[in-house]
């Protein structure tokens, strides 16, 4: 994928992640404003909470980027959020959303339980376009795979390449560059697996169709000299970029069936008022799984990443809220809306 959305011969449009954002949150705007004023709530009173609850989401979004994937640059420097650089993480930001989103509800009296059951659908949606765009970026890509409706990105997408750069030092001036290539990658493909990177597409022709044919030039096969290879562009050895799970299509794809989902059971008496919680157990199962491919994990604890053990959290966090305030209102009945 390229992170040019528009190619023409005399306009380029750049379709970056902040673009998206900026217009899944426009869409999710409009969306949640027509559903929380058809549940009762004024158009001023929205506008208000939800740039509330977003400037929260972008404050969480920004923490939990360094604290849980940039984690090593966080522990150096703290102050680091302050800067410019770094990301954003998608599942601070909706956590931030759902805490400011509680914070002006409190402030202001309103039922934030009863509010939430016209937001949950609109920003599931959110959520799927926003791993779309991550897709046309490509950002937060999957781990490698040799199944065939593996991905590889442009090398114009800095956080596509970023690892395969880092990487290529270990093998670019190796006088065995396909031994280290296997040992990086043999959790997850062979050689053969590897597709050949561009430059080398001239080697077609020789009967050369990925990595792993390459081995014709390498002992014992074959003993050329530096000059050699680097006549066939093998010295130093170029980039090479796996072919990996599409994670984002997957995660987008989760989510509309989150979507669909939770947009049956709002209409639902067991859901009513309870539909916060039905979400995180949505949105939780599915970064759980997602978690199992994604190519840029943050190990934490026992084989899993910072973000499985905060999906754990929100999953049974979710659950048990879920069967406690069913608990308690098949007791004292659902508490009455307070509109603003």
């Known amino acids: 994928m390229h992170p040019v959305n528009i190619n023409l011969s005399f306009f ?4 970056y992640e902040g673009h998206w954002a900026l217009m899944t949150l426009v869409v999710g705007f409009f969306y949640q404003r027509a559903k929380s004023v058809q549940a009762g709530y004024s158009k001023d009173w929205f506008i208000s909470a939800y740039s509330f609850a977003i400037l929260m989401g972008f404050v969480f979004a920004r923490l939990f980027h360094f604290m849980f994937w940039d984690t090593e640059t966080f522990l150096k420097n703290p102050l680091v959020v302050f800067h410019a650089g770094g990301g954003f993480a998608i599942l601070g930001g909706t956590i931030g959303t759902g805490f400011g989103g509680w914070v002006y509800s409190r402030w202001t009296g309103v039922n934030f339980l009863h509010w939430c ?16 765009a991550c ?18 990105f442009s090398s114009l997408s800095s956080d ?7 990487l290529h030092s270990l093998y670019a001036t190796s006088p065995d560059p396909l031994g280290v290539l296997s040992r990086i990658f043999s959790s997850y493909v ?15 022709s020789q009967g050369v169709h990925n990595i792993g044919d390459l081995a014709k030039f390498y002992p014992p096969n074959a003993n050329l000299s530096q000059t050699q290879l680097a006549t066939l562009g093998l010295y130093p050895f170029p980039i090479v970029t796996p072919k990996v799970h599409p994670a984002q299509l997957y995660e987008t794809i989760l989510m509309l069936i989150g979507y669909v989902f939770i947009m049956f059971a709002e209409k639902q008496p067991w859901c009513k008022q309870r539909t916060f919680f039905l979400f995180w157990i949505v949105y939780g199962i599915n970064r759980l799984l997602i978690e199992t491919v994604r190519g840029d994990r943050n190990l934490a604890l026992a084989g899993l990443t910072y973000a499985q053990l905060i999906s754990i959290l929100l999953i049974v966090s979710g659950i048990f809220a879920f069967w406690y305030y069913t608990m308690q209102w098949n007791k004292k009945g659902i508490p009455e809306p307070v509109l603003k």
């Open 12 to 15: 380029h449009a750049f379709g």
């Open 190 to 204: 062979t050689l053969h697996d590897l597709p050949l990177p561009q430059t080398l597409a001239g080697l077609q």
């Open 160 to 166: 596509w390449m970023r690892e395969w750069q880092s």
């Open 135 to 152: 897709f046309l970026n490509g950002d937060a890509y999957g781990l490698p795979t040799a199944l065939p409706w593996g991905v590889t």
């Open 117 to 132: 059951d016209s937001l949950m659908t609109p920003i599931c949606l959110s959520l799927a376009l926003g791993r779309l």
